[in-house]
């Protein structure tokens, strides 16, 4: 049973929506007393749930030329006119790197339990080799004390998709298998200077988009468009994990008591018709997606369905390689964002889908599209809470029952303040749906552990530059102002209970 502050009662009517069954809403419309929330039942996580919000080092930090900070490829590809939505950039974003004191202090206003944030490889080796640059380590130690200061455990993502420019330009980038011990001496670098205080680790971020959006589709940087890259790009990205992965194995996790994992991005496929063909278009889909990833960690080896339709194209691990993957992972890091119907090949006009296949599409021969009736996001994602918790029993049943932590999960509204308080009525909306999703996926034995709400604040949405709000708290890019929004007043009662409503 949980109590809840009068404060509270401003989010009655969110709190009070029903999302089970399969439906995304059924509003519930009771005008509720403050008697009646407080006897309110509570959907309860269990008790060592972890509660955090998260962000990444280009999105948030700017000070792009300040200590000794080398250029990233997403410095040079923001850069070029016409790649980003009014050429915005990262080069101060929200200034996070002078304000990180402020922000911390709008954690520990909230109640945050753990906060993720990226290391931007370039702060630490600016060229992404050779010895580490002082004033990059200072940074992120004096970030790492000031939360532990204020309770909030951090989770450290050591690539959020900034790779040191001269990797890119002298090495090619993620294409040349050498990057592997790269970023093993990289990361090697990180646990050194950090593990005595940091004890959760991510390698990747999402090495689908690296991939796919990356050097498929050329999207995000190094804005490479071809269909044979991603491949490639996606073998060495989860050659690197390992290689990092057991640089930390075999120096410091025995000292440091840390877990590591890496943080795999997949919406839900479900199958537009009950018929075989579409359900195993569904299945391929979620292979070409999250197996592409996983399987070789939780497998040792990429998902047949992708050998038989890539052949060549999809490079082999060595006998070394899948040993050195296999169980590289001390959790399941997952970042889930939205669902799509799926069906088999084409549409019968031949069109390619306008939302992408989640991937190469050709290669898949799956068809996506959406229900009308759905409501989306500002990014076009489609909110459809059933399909979060579909996801997390397919990775429970496929995985064998991993612990899984939600790495991110959020979305976008484009909720302005007036009079100094930001009403993100939808978010609120969103993230509560998305949490009961959850809380049905632990009741049927998923081992969910924590969730991150992506983000803690507005933030440079890539491609989308600024024009994307995924933030608890508002930031006022003309002068810096940060204010919490209501999800974020919303959210603090959601930790401080325990669970949603
Ligand atoms: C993730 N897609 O990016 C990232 O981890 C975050 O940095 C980002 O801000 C957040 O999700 C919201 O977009 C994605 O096109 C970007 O499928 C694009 C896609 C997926 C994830």
């Known amino acids: 049973m949980g109590r809840i502050s009068g404060e509270c009662i401003d989010f009655g009517k969110y709190l009070f929506k029903d999302y089970s069954n399969n439906m995304m809403v059924r509003e519930n419309h009771l005008r509720l007393s403050k008697l009646n929330i407080i006897g309110a039942n509570v959907k309860k996580f269990p008790n060592d749930f972890v509660w955090g919000t998260a962000t990444s ?3 948030i930090e700017g000070a792009s030329q300040v200590g000794g900070r080398g250029e990233s490829i997403w410095d040079a590809f923001t850069h070029i006119p016409g790649k980003v939505v009014n050429n915005d950039h990262g080069d101060i974003a929200c200034d996070h790197f002078h304000k990180f004191k402020e922000d911390i202090q709008f954690m520990a206003d909230m109640g945050l339990q753990a906060y993720r944030f990226s290391v931007a490889w370039p702060r630490i080796q600016p060229d992404g080799k050779g010895k580490a640059n002082p004033d990059g380590i200072r940074f992120y130690s004096e970030l790492i004390d000031t939360l532990l200061a204020h309770n909030i455990t951090p989770w450290v993502t050591l690539y959020h998709w900034d790779l040191p420019l001269s990797l890119q330009l002298c090495h090619d980038g993620w294409m040349n298998p050498q990057i592997a011990e790269d970023f093993a001496k990289y990361a090697s670098i990180c646990f050194d200077a950090f593990g005595d205080r940091v004890s959760n680790w991510l390698t990747l971020n999402e090495p689908w988009c690296s991939a796919v959006l990356g050097h498929g589709l050329g999207v995000h940087a190094p804005g490479r468009v071809s269909p044979d890259e991603p491949y490639i790009v996606g073998h060495n990205l989860l050659r690197a994990h390992a290689l990092a992965v057991h640089e930390y194995r075999s120096r410091f996790q025995s000292r440091q008591k840390g877990q590591i994992a890496l943080s795999n991005n997949c919406d839900w496929r479900e199958p537009l018709t009950d018929s075989p063909e579409d359900r195993a278009a569904a299945q391929r889909a979620l292979e070409f997606f999250l197996g592409w990833f996983a399987d070789p960690v939780y497998k040792g ?6 050998r038989e ?18 169980g590289s992972a001390d959790y399941f890091g997952l970042n889930h964002y939205t669902t799509m119907y799926a069906a088999n090949g084409q549409h019968s006009n031949g069109e390619v889908s306008a939302f992408g296949n989640g991937g190469m599409s050709a290669d898949q021969d799956v068809w996506l599209s959406a229900d009308p009736e759905w409501h989306q996001t500002d990014m076009k994602w489609n909110i459809v809470p059933w399909g979060f918790r579909k996801l997390l029993q397919w990775i429970d049943d496929r995985y064998n029952s991993p612990d899984i932590y939600v790495m991110e999960n959020g979305c976008a509204f484009n909720d302005q303040p007036q009079n100094g308080r930001v009403a993100d009525k939808r978010r609120i909306e969103f993230v509560q749906s998305y949490l009961s999703a959850a809380h049905e996926a632990i009741e049927a034995n998923v ?6 709400l992506w983000s803690f604040m507005d933030n440079f949405e890539w491609a989308l530059g600024y024009t994307k709000r995924f933030g608890i708290h508002h930031v006022d890019y003309r002068d810096g102002t940060r204010i919490p929004k209501d999800s974020a007043k919303w959210y603090r009662h959601v930790i401080e209970q325990n669970g949603v409503l």
């Open 309 to 326: 339709r890539l052949g060549d194209r999809l490079p082999q691990f060595t006998e070394e390689e899948r040993a050195m993957l296999l």
């Open 301 to 306: 080896d990429y998902p047949e369905v992708m």
């Open 57 to 59: 080092s280009y999105q």
């Open 447 to 452: 081992k969910l552990k924590g969730y991150f």
